[in-house]
């Protein structure tokens, strides 16, 4: 049931969600950024400009790079800083599934409409996903609700909608994660090596995959030693270490191999041409001419990069196109994107200090076994602060550092919402542990009552919609929390649907 819940907020979300950006869109004029906007070489047929209006605020930013690659493939070198399965998806719901409406609708309008379905769709898929990994971590059935429902209203909304891969990684890593947690090694590397074809951040999942065998591993290594005795403990132990070696080697090779062949095929492209200008149609080879964009072109040198040691083309485009760099967004001027930031990296910084306070033997073991008589690892204590949260608070730990620190410091709200739980798991166990209202159905207020009208049901109460008609009566760290959340996901949609600057 509480599934049933999950998927029911998380529909009426993006329903939500597909109907403000149109509105929003269609009251707020655009904004004239300076950013990618490749011209239209299709002509318009007939429900091209009804699918522009309803759909167009979901096409700007970087998500017109998606749609560019989904439509015309790689053609621009800038064009590799986005990775290749959200555009596959795309153009493979405007070739099958809305082919019908290609007599109505260039290829144009059906990747639009591919958008709004497509990401939907996997945005209710990695709301399921969310609930499932939390179940089984936290291990309270609670928190795991509330953190799924306060997904469905996550500060990086925008960006699940729009023509992002955010949703699409979200959902391939939290169920990635989820088949990791129960064991199935081999479907989870698979999971997290599509997620790796869809953002460059997948590599970072590698260090589940070599953390959680390896917790595997130490508590089998303690059970066979307390119940063995004799010499074929050395052989299982010998065994133990091999299986962990090749479920690491092979494991981390599964996951890095989309990474790897991405980038080849980025170094084939650019450095061993076999295209010319020529075959590049004019209005496009035009753009490139006027904003410097590089492309493939078999009678011109190659571009310096090819001739470092590690030809890496991702690196190369961050650092001249978008000016990534260690310490490089540290400026005053960017104090306003800092503030943007500030709300996701508080969360992650709570979530961190909490951890640590309450369990500071543990984070010194680096989680990996637990000396306390009365809990353990294979029954661990129920909440955030189990001894599994542990590898996940560290995770979202190094995407704050490095976010901070290395990136377009905006960027760090979907960032972190799109690839760990844990800014949703710290915001759920906060409003659980500092929120009256979620603790009773009854107060000394009788105009503050949470009743549930599915109370003759077995369907479980949504606290996130009982709480907003009572916000002002909430506990100071509620209305925080719920203010972030909807404030940025109702702003996220006024913004960036109008070429406006957002995270």
């Known amino acids: 049931m509480d599934v049933r819940a999950v998927l029911e907020f998380a529909t009426v979300t993006r329903g939500l969600s597909l109907?403000?950006?149109?509105v929003l869109n269609a009251a707020i004029p655009d904004h004239d950024a300076d950013a990618f906007r490749p011209p239209r070489t299709e002509d318009y047929l007939y429900l091209d400009s009804m699918v522009e209006w309803l759909f167009g605020g979901l096409s700007h930013w970087d998500a017109e790079h998606f749609l560019f690659i989904a439509e015309r493939g790689y053609l621009y070198e800038h064009n590799f800083a986005f990775f290749p399965l959200f555009p596959v998806?795309?153009?493979?719901?405007a070739e099958t599934l809305l082919w019908p409406l290609s007599s109505w609708l260039s290829v144009r309008g059906r990747l639009l409409i591919a958008v709004a379905l497509g990401n939907s769709a996997l945005f209710l898929?990695?709301?399921?996903?969310?609930?499932a990994l939390s179940r089984i971590v936290l291990q309270d059935r609670r928190l795991a609700l509330l953190s799924s429902l306060l997904y469905c209203i996550t500060p990086a909304n925008v960006f699940m909608t729009a023509g992002y891969s955010e949703s699409l990684f979200a959902a391939?890593?939290?169920?990635?994660?989820?088949?990791?947690?129960?064991?199935?090694?081999?479907?989870?590397?698979?999971?997290?090596?599509?997620?790796?074809?869809a953002r460059s951040n997948g590599l970072v999942n590698i260090g589940f995959l070599l953390y959680l065998p390896s917790l595997h591993a130490i508590s089998q290594i303690r059970l066979y030693r307390a119940t063995t005795k004799g010499h074929s403990k050395v052989f299982h132990y010998i065994w133990v270490i091999i299986c962990l070696l090749l479920t690491s080697v092979l494991?981390?090779?599964?996951?890095?191999?989309?990474?790897?062949?991405?980038?080849?095929?980025?170094?084939?492209?650019?450095?061993?041409?076999?295209?010319?200008?020529?075959?590049?149609?004019?209005a496009l080879l035009s753009?490139?001419?006027?904003?410097?964009?590089?492309?493939p072109d078999e009678n011109g040198p190659p571009p310096l990069w090819c001739m470092r040691p590690l030809p890496l083309l991702y690196s190369h485009i961050q650092d001249v196109y978008w000016d990534v760099g260690f310490l490089r967004y540290f400026e005053l001027k960017q104090i306003p994107n800092f503030l943007l930031a500030l709300p996701m990296a508080t969360l992650g910084i709570i979530a961190c200090y909490a951890y640590f306070q309450a369990n500071p033997e543990l984070c010194v073991r680096l989680g990996l076994w637990d000396t306390s008589a009365n809990?353990?690892?294979?029954?661990?204590?129920?909440?955030?602060?189990?001894?599994?949260?542990?590898?996940?608070?560290?995770?979202?730990a190094v995407l704050l550092v490095f976010g901070t620190l290395c990136m377009h410091v905006q960027v760090l709200t979907r960032f972190m919402a799109s690839s760990s739980p844990v800014p949703f798991w710290i915001s759920a166990h906060l409003l659980l542990l500092n929120e009256p209202l979620l603790h009773r159905r009854k107060t000394s207020n009788p105009n503050v009552q949470l009743h549930s009208r599915n109370s003759c049901?077995?369907?479980?109460?949504?606290?996130?919609?009982?709480?907003?008609?009572?916000?002002?009566?909430?506990?100071?760290?509620?209305?925080?929390?719920?203010?972030?959340?909807?404030?940025?996901?109702?702003?996220?949609?006024?913004?960036h649907c109008n070429f406006l600057p957002w995270t």
């Open 19 to 22: 109907v403000l950006q149109a």
């Open 457 to 495: 049901k077995h369907t479980p109460q949504n606290p996130i919609v009982a709480l907003l008609p009572h916000l002002k009566a909430c506990s100071s760290t509620t209305q925080s929390i719920l203010g972030y959340f909807l404030s940025y996901w109702l702003l996220g949609l006024a913004l």
């Open 125 to 131: 898929l990695s709301a399921v996903a969310l609930h």
């Open 375 to 396: 809990k353990g690892l294979d029954k661990p204590t129920p909440g955030f602060f189990n001894p599994r949260v542990f590898v996940y608070v560290v995770h979202s």
């Open 251 to 282: 494991g981390t090779a599964i996951i890095a191999l989309p990474f790897c062949a991405f980038q080849y095929y980025g170094y084939r492209t650019f450095c061993t041409p076999s295209t010319s200008l020529e075959s590049i149609p004019p």
């Open 287 to 295: 753009i490139a001419e006027r904003k410097g964009y590089r492309v």
């Open 172 to 197: 391939l890593t939290f169920g990635g994660l989820y088949l990791l947690e129960k064991g199935f090694i081999f479907r989870a590397c698979l999971a997290l090596s599509i997620a790796a074809a």
């Open 89 to 93: 998806i795309l153009r493979g719901l």
